[in-house]
Every structure is written in C-alpha cells, then in structure tokens.
C-alpha cells in the first residue's frame, strides 16, 4: 500500500489560502485513489476530499466544497488540496491516503468504508487571527 509523505501546512488567516501537498512512496497509477483527511484532538480522522484516479470525480465534505479543490500531478506522485477562503474549522492535520479496488469510490474512500491502514506524519494547518 501506498505511503504519503505530506507538506506545506502553515498558520494563515480566516479568509485566506493555502496549498498542501503531499508525495508517494511510489508511482500511483491509474488504480489508487487518493484522497486528504483531517484530524484534530478529541475527534474521529474524516475525510475532506478525494479523487477517483479512473474518472477523475471527486468529493468533499460538505463544509469544504466550493472552498477546497484536490488534483493530482501524475508525473510526480503528487496530489495537492488547494484550500481557499480558510476559516477556523478548517484547523487540523491534514493526511493523505490512497485505496484501490474496483469498488472503490471517491465517496466510499472519504467515508472510509473500507479501513486505510498507511498513514504518513500528516502536515498541521492552522487558521487564526
């Protein structure tokens, strides 16, 4: 399985952007599906938005979508969430993940309906004033 090596998390301001990224161990073809989680203390990891590698169709949670945009750079195993108009939610760690399967959607990998197992360091966003 795939393992992640994230970067880029940074503090920035409420109505601001940043741009994570995060690089694999190995070459990601046409049959993993990525995906970028979060977590913060207290609460369960979840996922905020993820790609299916076939078709190209995404999903994000609720509270991200219009905000936040995944995409992929196929040449270097590289996948980026650009976050835009940030807000204080948005605080956690960030994680990538990736599945593959012919069932696997990009909703079922953010639901997590199937168990991920390789998790990287995860890079830490921080939205303040």
């Known amino acids: 399985q795939l393992q992640f090596e994230e970067s880029g998390g940074d503090l920035v301001q409420p109505g601001g952007r940043l741009r994570i990224s995060c690089v694999a161990s190995?070459?990601?073809?046409?049959?993993?599906?990525l995906g970028w989680f979060r977590q913060v203390p207290g609460k369960e990891r979840e996922g905020v938005a993820c790609?299916?590698?076939?078709?190209?169709?995404?999903y994000f949670k609720d509270s991200v979508k219009d905000r936040f945009t995944i995409f992929r750079d196929f040449a270097r195993d590289k996948m980026y969430l650009q976050m835009d108009n940030v807000n204080l939610e948005d605080t956690g760690r960030y994680y990538c993940?990736?599945?593959?399967?012919?069932?696997?959607?990009?909703?079922?990998?953010?639901?997590?309906?199937?168990?991920?197992?390789?998790w990287g360091l995860g890079t830490q966003v921080t939205v303040s004033s």
């Open positions: 993940a990736s599945q593959s399967g012919p069932q696997v959607t990009a909703r079922s990998l953010c639901l997590m309906e199937k168990p991920i197992n390789a």
């Open positions: 790609i299916n590698s076939r078709d190209g169709s995404t």
């Open positions: 190995g070459a990601i073809g046409w049959q993993n599906h």
